[in-house]
């Protein structure tokens, strides 16, 4: 590495990962992502010795997978309240009549309680406060972009 190069090296500590915690994103992949939205990578770019396009990647996988996650009949398979045949059995007869609400449905078949049902949706909607708060970090970081590209083309024209 040549000195010049020195200048670009920053040890970031303290980042805020409340956010991210519950999605698996690790602050490497925060960072990646940040640098990405805000087009500040380029082919040397390196975050601990790892490619940031690598990183952004899997940081978009875990977001996506963690909103596959939201979904009520994951939630109450994850749970272990149903199982996975259930959750199939209850979809198809949704399938049917989509007016039902599948929750409704499962607790008609007995596969689960009201109770059941009303405690994975308290978790569905805490993954989804989760995944809002994402993507109120991801248009912050849209909106730094921006304005740092205002911010050079003002410049470039003094």
Partial sequence: MTPENFENIVTITGINMGTFTPLGITPAEVMANALRESGLITEETRID?????????????????????????????????????????????????????????????????????????KSQNQIRDDIKKLDDYEDKISLLRKRLSSGKTARDKL
């Avoid at 990647?57 to 939201?70: D, I, V």
């Avoid at 979809?91 to 049902?117: F, M, R, V, W």
């Fill in 49 to 121: 010795d790892q490619s940031p396009v690598e990183l952004c990647s899997s940081f978009l996988e875990k977001k996506s997978n963690y909103q596959q996650l939201t979904k009520l009949g994951n939630i109450l398979v994850k749970n272990r309240v149903i199982t996975l045949q259930q959750l199939k059995s209850a979809l198809a007869e949704q399938s049917k009549d989509p007016s039902k609400k599948l929750g409704n449905i499962l607790i008609e078949s007995g596969a689960c309680t009201k109770y059941d049902i009303e405690r994975c949706v």
